[in-house]
């Protein structure tokens, strides 16, 4: 039966069967009013059951695979925290409850490929340290009620050597903020995926009011992903009432698909429900140990739109800001650029030298691929690099064309045409008097001084 504050609701869809904290994430704390959406939230939970009634997981399985020994303590696994019980079994998740969270992200940042990606309560910024190698991303936003923990973590985002010796192909700009999540500020208007895991469930009752209409109503994103502890999941953890101190309640899966069913509906958006972190055998009953809900935007006004409508207004405050190096950049774009040009050239010309020595009879010929190419070639690069001009000698001079050259897919990748690459490598590397290829010592030796 559905808690009695619900009816205070109205007529909702109804709700169909759909299918713990991690350290980072808590403190969600914030100010706001109360809507009816809410009223149930924090008292509507039900008791745990008498110990004699409880579920005692006793197979093994992984993930949620139970472990322990009768009268040793055991540690509670549960998204990485530790507590000591006098329990004899515990159920353990590999990978960790949190770790399996934030992969579901990334498996859907991948699937989906949004651009423009905010991680509400983001904590730690463990799940923003993920993400951000999709190359999809180019604005990667946290939000937190908690100043110190961004200002302690933020280095954990900025740019490593690995990211200038191998920059990426999107500009990237990570950003973030210190604020409450019910507070409206325009920059997190027109978003692609807002996500919200393991949140809800530190909000208090006006809080969790004000977030629909702030998430759903203002910032309106294309997509948004809830998570949140399943009740229902609580009485195989040993002493486990509620996962967490700060928890304000715990929902049952009816209860959250109720109230994300009644969301989507006053919102325009679609939801499906899933999760992660699966029950030991003979416990599937009680679901997923975590509950996802996967909010789809239904058509409306692009977001770009939205965002010009609205009135500016700054309410956080930013902790840290940064941009990634990136080949939309010049001074990025030009080393890597000459890097595999110079790679190309100089595998052309020993490929060349190799295949005069064989017709010789200086070398025996190598078992390879006709045309050379190593198994990192797909057959659409081999057929257009056949297509290509070949690279031909001229006395002493080896030349190797453009348009060789761009028919090789890294190189194509980072310039669009022969008129490009030719403009950006002038200046560093020896052409022909045409333009048209470059010009190096058949033998090893580039002559920068040689225009033919």
């Known amino acids: 039966m559905l808690p009695e504050s619900l009816k205070t609701l109205g007529d909702c869809p109804e709700v169909v069967v759909a299918v713990s904290r991690d350290p980072s994430r808590p403190q969600a704390r914030a100010r706001g009013r109360i809507s009816p959406l809410a009223a149930f939230a924090p008292n509507s939970l039900p008791s745990r059951p008498p110990a004699a009634n409880r579920l005692r997981p006793q197979a093994r399985r992984r993930p949620g695979r139970v472990t322990g020994a009768r009268g040793q303590e055991c540690s509670n696994m549960v998204d990485g925290n530790l507590e000591d019980t006098p329990r004899e079994m515990v159920i353990e998740f590999n990978p960790p409850l949190y770790r399996q969270r934030y992969q579901f992200v990334k498996d859907l940042v991948d699937e989906r490929e949004p651009k423009k990606v905010a991680d509400l309560g983001c904590g730690d910024t463990s799940l923003m340290t993920l993400l951000r190698v999709c190359p999809c991303i180019e604005l990667l936003v946290g939000v937190d009620i908690n100043k110190d923990t961004l200002q302690r973590r933020r280095h954990k985002l900025s740019p490593f050597i690995g990211h200038y010796l191998s920059p990426r192909d999107l500009d990237l700009t990570i950003t973030l903020y210190h604020g409450s999540i019910v507070e409206k500020d325009s920059r997190l208007l027109g978003f692609d995926l807002i996500t919200c895991i393991e949140l809800i469930e530190h909000l208090d009752s006006g809080d969790l009011a004000s977030f629909p209409e702030v998430v759903f109503g203002y ?100 902790v840290f800001t940064v941009s990634y190096p990136s080949l939309q950049q010049e001074r990025y774009l030009v080393p890597q650029l000459m890097s595999q040009v110079s790679q190309h050239v100089e595998s052309l010309r020993v490929g060349y030298l190799r295949s005069l020595q064989e017709q010789d009879g200086a070398l025996k010929a190598k078992p390879e691929d006709p045309g050379g190419f190593g198994p990192s070639f797909t057959e659409d690069e081999k057929a257009r690099i056949e297509k290509s001009p070949k690279p031909f000698c001229v006395g002493s001079k080896f030349f190797v064309p453009l348009r060789r050259l761009l028919a090789y897919s890294r190189l ?15 200046a560093s590397m020896p052409l022909s008097g045409d333009g048209s290829a470059v010009v190096v010592g058949l033998h090893g030796r580039s002559d920068p001084q040689s225009r033919f």
Request: a negative charge; charged letters at 20%.
């Open 219 to 318: 910032m309106s994103p294309s997509l948004v992903v809830i998570s949140t502890p399943n009740a229902e999941f609580n009485p195989l953890f040993p002493s486990v009432t509620m996962r967490d101190s700060d928890h304000k309640f715990e929902w049952t899966r009816m209860q959250f698909q109720t109230w994300a069913l009644c969301v989507a509906d006053r919102y325009n958006y679609s939801v499906a429900f899933t999760g992660v972190g699966d029950p030991p055998s003979g416990a599937e009953s009680v679901g997923y140990c975590t509950q996802i809900g996967i909010f789809q935007q239904n058509g409306g006004k692009a977001p770009e739109l939205r965002v010009a409508e609205l009135c500016e207004q700054h309410i956080y405050t930013t």
């Open 412 to 426: 194509s990748r980072l310039c669009a045409s022969e008129e490009v690459l030719r403009s950006r490598i002038a």
